[in-house]
């Protein structure tokens, strides 16, 4: 039996539509899309094709997306691209502490060199509090950047809210979507964001690509210096092929986005009810409401995570933790404690993402195995008060 | 285990992670170890009888991850009719070994097991007194 795949928000397979969009242009349409032959020309419009796809998404214009090579691409550039075409202006930086590392790492770096970061706090839902955006702009403020839905809880950030608030002190708004695009409807102008990252893989297509969202006059760097690609935002050959294949999930996740966010969030509140009702001592984490229709957290007192994966895996549930044992740091998914959740709780979380190919009966089957495995790491813990 | 699953551990961790020896509560425990700490996600509870300068039995409790339950698995059975002085000579390296092996990441769990044994022999010892 193939095992039960409880973890889309790490990645998800690439559709096998999307393939077949795809493997042409490995082969047949293998141009160059800067040529001006007839193979480079189709392999152009096959770009073009894509972007427009990328840009309904969003509801965004064509000529304001740029591919990169995935997610993290698209923060690291928004970040150091804002942030170096800005300094005259300022220096300051304000994001969120439950932000991925993709943004995280690159404001430490940010930090580094001269600028200054604000990291603003989170409610026990992983919440960011407008108000506290509002109040953390300064003069020198030069980009705010809060992500859209979180990876590990799952909490929706406001970001609408947000974005009125960076649109009235006139600072730019980033926020790294790759967890919502394809999930729920996004529209970048009601938004009211400059910049949003995306990732092919995390909607059914192809790893190694993605997208940055750049509205038109945002003043930033470009990504990568040398041809005129992406109106030289980005040079470097295009991926032709990653990009069709993005553009394809776009396609197919614009058409089934309304019905599958409601069979996820049918399945995922019922996978959270069943837990809460057969297993003592846990709590979910992230919002019970606002929250991505495919993202189940919780924590389990008195045992850690990777023992709990690890007994999942071998009764055939693939799914991921907080807790961060395999890190040099030892130290427990940072999302967590910045949710205020104590080390011992949040070393004894558990992710599971819901996706495409997720049914009611792995939903029972986890439902079934999910207590047996607790109540066996339970029994030799010496955290459970006898 | 089911064949053809790929794992982060040997084989030998798996089976002991799977069917830890020893586990739970020890009636009167002659020694007892308690090491480790929620920031990093291990504890440990170790408990010896003794006789005769032997220890005569071991069990554990551990809140942990594969490695630090099947390195406590191990290091029980590892000790069990060992002399005082054998057991402390037990390294962390000796019980890593044990288990073919642990993955580099994973060796502190190793240090863990062994540092639980030295805990609980201190505690014998101390109990003595």
Redesign the interface.
């Known amino acids: 039996m193939k095992p039960i795949y409880l973890d889309y928000a790490a990645t998800t397979p690439t559709h096998p539509e999307v393939v077949k969009a795809m493997l042409p242009y490995f082969t047949e349409v293998f141009g160059n899309p800067s040529s001006i032959y007839s193979y480079g020309l189709e392999a152009k419009e096959a770009l073009e094709q894509a972007r427009a796809k990328v840009a309904n998404l969003i509801g965004a214009r064509d000529e304001e997306i740029v591919f990169t090579s995935g997610g993290t691409e698209a923060d690291n550039s928004a970040l150091k691209g804002v942030a170096l075409a800005n300094e005259s202006k300022g220096n300051h930086i304000i994001t969120s502490s439950i932000e991925h590392h993709a943004v995280s790492e690159t404001c430490k770096f940010l930090e580094k060199r001269g600028f200054q970061v604000t990291y603003l706090p989170v409610d026990e839902y992983g919440l960011v509090n407008p108000e506290d955006v509002k109040k953390a702009i300064t003069v020198k403020t030069i980009l705010i950047s809060i992500m859209y839905g979180n990876n590990e809880v799952g909490t929706i950030e406001p970001i609408a809210e947000i974005g009125q608030i960076a649109k009235e002190a006139k600072v730019y708004f980033h926020t790294d979507a790759v967890q919502t695009v394809g999930h729920i409807p996004i529209a970048v102008d009601e938004l009211g964001v400059n910049l949003l990252s995306m990732s092919a893989h995390k909607l059914y297509g192809p790893k190694g690509v993605g997208a940055l969202y750049v509205r038109k006059g945002t003043r930033l760097v470009p990504f990568l210096h040398g041809g005129d690609q992406e109106k030289k935002r980005r040079a470097t050959t295009e991926n032709v092929p990653g990009i069709v294949g993005f553009g394809a999930a776009a396609e197919m996740a614009q058409r089934e986005m309304g019905q599958e966010a409601q069979r996820l969030t049918h399945l995922r509140d019922r996978l959270i009810k069943g837990i809460l009702e057969r297993i003592e001592d846990v709590r979910l984490n992230g919002h019970p409401k606002r929250r991505l229709p495919n993202n189940v957290n919780i924590s389990f007192n008195f045992v850690e995570g990777e023992s709990i994966l690890l007994n999942l895996d071998l009764e055939g549930i693939c799914v991921s933790t907080g807790s961060a044992c395999t890190s040099a740091s030892l130290e427990p998914s940072a999302v967590l404690l910045a949710m205020g959740l104590s080390h011992e709780l949040a070393h004894g979380s558990l992710r599971m993402t819901l996706g495409k190919w997720t049914t009611e009966e792995e939903i029972n089957q986890v439902l079934e195995v999910l207590p047996r495995v607790i109540a066996k790491l339970r029994a030799m813990s010496p955290l459970m008060k006898k | 285990?089911?064949e053809n699953?790929r794992?982060?551990y040997s084989e030998k961790v798996?089976e002991h992670?799977?069917n830890?020896r020893n586990?739970?509560?020890m009636e009167k425990p002659d020694g007892i170890g308690?090491v480790g700490n929620?920031?990093?996600?291990?504890?440990?509870?170790l408990y010896i009888k003794v006789k005769d300068n032997t220890i005569v039995d071991a069990k554990?409790?551990?809140?942990?991850?594969?490695?630090?339950?099947a390195t406590s698995s191990m290091v029980t059975e590892m000790v069990k009719g060992k002399t005082i002085a054998e057991a402390l000579e037990i390294s962390n390296r000796a019980v890593a070994e044990a288990l073919g092996g642990l993955?580099p990441?994973?060796m502190?769990c190793s240090v863990l097991a062994e540092e639980a044994l030295k805990s609980a022999i201190d505690d014998y010892y101390a109990k003595r007194k």
């Not at chain 2, 554990?60 to 339950?69: E, H, N, S, V």
């Open positions: 285990m089911p699953v794992t982060l798996m992670f799977r830890p586990v739970g509560d308690h929620p920031v990093c996600g291990d504890i440990m509870e554990f409790k551990t809140f942990g991850c594969g490695a630090a339950i993955p990441i994973k502190h």
